[in-house]
């Protein structure tokens, strides 16, 4: 009955993921993200692999955070493992915001004429430090 029960769970579970991948993959796909980074770091060539890493990226996170499995990988290793990721998300958003058009209709809306620059180095960097503040302070969370 036990093997049963755990049987049933892992085909939920897969099923599950397996729905919210696609759409995860889909999102990515549809609003042209890998496309649009691909064309702003002129490696066009390279879009195959760019796709291939996020779906191999995707699926090992997912065995991992289902799994859960210690890895002794250092500080060193977890610090460029972080950076990656955040670097991951932080193109991902700027990606995206970028395919929107948020920034040109935020820079009509609010009048920047000049200093776009500083503009998103702030947001980046406000980005940054509150993730900080919430990774590293304990007992710190956003409002």
């Known amino acids: 009955m036990m093997l049963l029960k755990h049987a049933a769970l892992a085909i939920i579970g897969f099923g599950s993921g397996l729905v919210i991948s696609g759409a995860v993959f889909a999102l990515i796909t549809a609003i042209g993200v890998v496309t649009r980074l691909a064309q702003k770091t002129r490696t066009e060539k390279y879009i195959k692999i760019y796709e291939e890493c996020i779906i191999l990226g995707g699926v090992l996170a997912s065995v991992l955070g289902f799994l859960q499995p210690y890895i002794p990988i250092g500080k060193v290793a977890a610090v460029v493992f972080s950076l990656l990721v ?4 932080g193109c991902f958003a700027v990606s995206l915001a970028e395919v929107l058009d948020v920034f040109p209709i935020m820079t009509r809306r609010i009048r920047i004429q000049r200093g776009m620059f500083w503009f998103m180095l702030a ?6 430090f509150g993730s900080i503040l919430y990774f590293f302070v304990p007992g710190y969370y956003y409002f």
């Open 86 to 89: 955040g670097m991951f998300y």
């Open 123 to 128: 947001l980046a960097l406000g980005k940054m």
